[in-house]
């Protein structure tokens, strides 16, 4: 894999959600073991600051993540917009594969907007600390919802 690309996750008042820290630690194990030379954090500015690109850059440097590695995507608030704005990033670094984190109930509309803007990712999920039975019925209930947006959005961004 060419990058690790850090799919956004809310920032709370007191500091990185627990899904934030999460996929972002996760990401920093995988940069430790070799999976990519680079990691793309992803995620503007939420409801509390600093963005999540921001807070997850943070993360990744406290893990010893050096801070020429990280790339971060600071104005995306969806998943598709968190893929298609880190794209021109990819192809600074002319990255042609990611590795894709993001939590088991989200990997497969992450997987279906990577494909769509043609992108060759593999999808790499943490383990959960809890069931996500909740978020992985939310999920299942929006993917065809967002498999219709998919089809209004243009490729190449």
């Known amino acids: 894999m060419d990058a690790i690309l850090i799919l956004g996750a809310a920032v ?3 500091g990185p959600s627990p899904t934030l ?4 630690r996760h990401a920093a194990k995988a940069w430790h073991a070799g999976a990519a030379p680079y990691v793309i954090p ?3 500015m939420g ?3 600093p963005s999540e690109a921001a807070m997850m850059a943070q993360i990744l440097q406290d893990a010893g993540v050096p801070p020429e590695a990280i790339m971060p995507e600071a104005t995306s608030t969806t998943t598709l917009e968190n893929i298609r704005n880190a794209l021109p990033i990819l192809a600074d670094l002319n990255a042609q594969s990611v590795l894709i984190v993001t939590d088991r109930y989200h990997a ?3 997987a279906m907007v990577a494909r769509h ?3 060759t990712a593999k999808v790499d999920c943490p383990a ?3 069931p996500q039975i909740k978020a992985h019925l939310r999920e299942w209930a929006a993917l065809p919802f967002y498999a219709a947006k998919l089809r209004k959005t243009p490729r190449d961004g």
């Open 47 to 49: 409801q509390h600051p």
């Open 21 to 24: 820290l999460r996929r972002t």
């Open 108 to 110: 497969r509309r992450a």
């Open 128 to 130: 959960p600390e809890r």
């Open 12 to 14: 709370w008042e007191n």
């Open 42 to 44: 992803c995620g503007g």
């Open 117 to 119: 803007f043609r992108l």
